[in-house]
């Protein structure tokens, strides 16, 4: 069985939306295009990292059409390498309409999305989710994953489709590797999917190390 990656940006307050440019989702949202200001040499080299060995694409249909638009056309440029690799690899599109799918290689998934994503998690071994977080809500909510890249921007925007959506299925993960600051503030967070549910405690007991109130004088006369 393969692994399911998800490759996310986001703001401090986990807004994803439209982090490439001002009409990558434009609705209602004033802030397109939030991450160029931000990037450097240091994320540069992580996503490139973070797509090593990656045999398949996921992707939401918003995403799909903005990637079909730029890669196949970067073949020699200085993407050469990212394009490389996603004209020559599956992608596979979650959309409930009849999308035209006019990059070489691409698949509709069916309506059952859960059961598509099995099917491709067996079929290939690193599938890379990027964007789409339409999708991506419904790969958390089934826990269709089994790693999530994170890079975590320093602006807070107050407005925006976020990451982890109300109702959001509780879920424990697990840090795999020490986080990285690029010089712009940006952190790389990688995790993986743990088992579980998150659990509770009480700060205040005493196996806690939690210094407890001691009497004072006034309460012992």
């Known amino acids: 069985m393969g692994l399911i990656h998800i490759e996310m940006f986001a703001t401090l307050d986990l807004v994803g939306q439209a982090p490439g440019g001002p009409d990558e989702d434009p609705a209602g949202f004033p802030f397109g295009g939030w991450q160029a200001p931000l990037i450097d040499d240091v994320t540069g080299a992580q996503i490139l990292a973070a797509y090593e060995g990656t045999d398949a694409l996921l992707l939401g249909r918003r995403t799909y059409d903005i990637f079909a638009s730029y890669w196949p056309h970067q073949k020699g440029g200085e993407d050469n390498e990212i394009a490389t690799l996603f004209n020559s690899i599956p992608k596979y599109v979650a959309s409930r309409g009849t999308p035209d799918l006019p990059w070489a290689g691409s698949t509709q998934l069916g309506p059952d999305l859960a059961g598509a994503v099995r099917e491709i998690r067996d ?18 909510r089934e826990k269709l994953f089994d790693r999530l890249d994170l890079w975590m921007h320093p602006i807070v ?16 993960v697990t840090l795999l590797e020490p986080p990285t600051a690029n ?33 004072q004088p006034e309460d012992q006369a």
């Not at 079929?123 to 958390?140: F, P, Y």
């Not at 790389?188 to 659990?199: M, Q």
Request: without cysteine.
């Open 183 to 215: 010089p712009k503030g940006t952190v790389f967070l990688r995790y993986g999917l743990a088992e579980g549910t998150p659990a509770t405690g009480d700060m205040s007991a005493p196996d806690r190390g939690v210094a407890q109130p001691q009497p």
């Open 157 to 172: 925007l107050g407005v925006g489709k976020k990451l982890f959506e109300d109702g959001a299925v509780p879920t424990n």
């Open 123 to 140: 079929r290939h071994e690193n599938v890379k989710v990027v964007g789409s977080l339409d999708l991506v809500q419904t790969l958390l």
